[in-house]
């Protein structure tokens, strides 16, 4: 086993106050430790904890897309591994979460031979259910990038929750998207095939501030608009209808039917 190490932290959503003792430890002890996060203040929180700490975010370049920008951050992490240090790479939220260069960076180094692992962190999702008061096992949950959801034209249960991620930049490759999401219309119009106008969505940000609400935002799906979203945000869908109980599934397994 080759002497580098690389362990993938999530810094939750919440400023400072989201990072577990496990996480905190291993950003205090890394012999460096790469950083991607949303706000300048989690970025001065790590860089109090450990004055070896760099930002990945230089290597987004205007108009070049999403993935070679990830691939020069998974790159950039493993050539630190490469240098025989214990890396540290620390990204918003869950770090597995719409996070590919943790993924891939992890995946180079294992295949190189080196030492790394995932630690969990508190997502964007996590907040949303606490946020809305959400149970996601009341009745089921789907979740997907909105760019993927129409792309792929992605099949919706209507009798369970949707969530879609990334509306505020519905349509866009580039690394710094517009903030503009001209996808958008698009994508009102694809939910419009399986909900009526008036079914209440609801536009959430999670708050990044100990002591601030989140951006929460219920409208009629028919109405949708650009003014509602903003980059970070989701769209929290309600089910249309209950699901149908199997009474036949209810009886083999030896529930009482209702």
Same mark, same amino acid.
């Given at each position: 086993?080759? %002497?580098?190490?690389?362990?993938?932290?999530?810094?939750?959503?919440?400023?400072?106050?989201?990072?577990?003792?496990?996480?905190? @430890?291993?950003? +205090?002890?890394?012999?460096?430790?790469? *950083?991607?996060?949303?706000?300048?203040?989690?970025?001065?929180?790590?860089?109090?904890?450990? /004055?070896?700490?760099?930002?990945?975010?230089?290597?987004?370049?205007?108009?070049?897309?999403?993935?070679?920008?990830?691939?020069?951050?998974?790159?950039?992490?493993?050539?630190?591994? $490469? +240098?025989?240090?214990?890396?540290?790479?620390?990204?918003?939220?869950? /770090?597995?979460?719409?996070?590919?260069?943790?993924? +891939?960076?992890?995946?180079?180094? $294992?295949?190189?031979?080196?030492?790394? *692992?995932?630690? =969990?962190?508190? *997502?964007?999702? #996590?907040?949303?259910?606490?946020?809305?008061?959400?149970?996601?096992?009341?009745?089921?949950?789907?979740?997907?990038?909105?760019?993927?959801?129409?792309?792929?034209?992605?099949?919706? #249960?209507?009798?369970?929750?949707?969530?879609?991620?990334?509306?505020?930049?519905?349509? *866009?490759?580039?690394?710094?998207? !517009?903030?503009?999401?001209?996808?958008?219309?698009?994508?009102?119009?694809?939910?419009?095939?399986?909900?009526? /106008?008036?079914?209440?969505? !609801?536009?959430?940000?999670? %708050? =990044?501030? &100990?002591?601030?609400?989140?951006?929460?935002?219920?409208?009629? @799906?028919? +109405?949708?608009?650009?003014?509602?979203?903003?980059? @970070?945000?989701?769209?929290?869908?309600?089910?249309?209808? =209950?699901? =149908?109980? #199997?009474?036949?599934?209810? #009886?083999?397994?030896?529930?009482? $039917? &209702?």
């Amino acid at each position: 086993m080759s %002497s580098g190490s690389l362990t993938v932290v999530g810094t939750g959503i919440r400023l400072g106050t989201h990072l577990t003792r496990e996480t905190r @430890l291993l950003l +205090e002890t890394a012999d460096v430790v790469l *950083s991607l996060v949303a706000e300048p203040g989690m970025q001065a929180v790590l860089e109090r904890l450990n /004055p070896k700490t760099r930002s990945l975010h230089d290597l987004y370049e205007l108009g070049e897309s999403r993935a070679e920008a990830y691939e020069a951050m998974a790159e950039e992490i493993l050539r630190h591994v $490469r +240098e025989g240090k214990n890396v540290v790479a620390a990204f918003y939220g869950h /770090p597995g979460v719409f996070v590919a260069p943790s993924h +891939e960076a992890i995946r180079m180094a $294992r295949a190189e031979g080196y030492m790394a *692992s995932m630690l =969990p962190g508190i *997502s964007a999702e #996590d907040c949303l259910f606490a946020d809305l008061g959400v149970d996601p096992s009341r009745f089921g949950c789907q979740s997907y990038e909105a760019t993927d959801f129409l792309v792929h034209r992605r099949r919706i #249960d209507r009798t369970a929750a949707l969530v879609l991620w990334q509306i505020g930049t519905v349509g *866009s490759v580039a690394a710094a998207a !517009t903030t503009q999401p001209t996808g958008l219309p698009v994508l009102v119009e694809a939910l419009l095939e399986y909900y009526p /106008p008036e079914h209440e969505v !609801t536009v959430y940000e999670a %708050s =990044p501030y &100990p002591g601030f609400d989140p951006l929460v935002r219920t409208v009629g @799906l028919g +109405e949708l608009s650009v003014e509602h979203v903003t980059a @970070l945000s989701t769209l929290y869908v309600p089910p249309r209808e =209950p699901a =149908p109980l #199997d009474l036949t599934m209810l #009886d083999r397994l030896g529930l009482p $039917r &209702p």
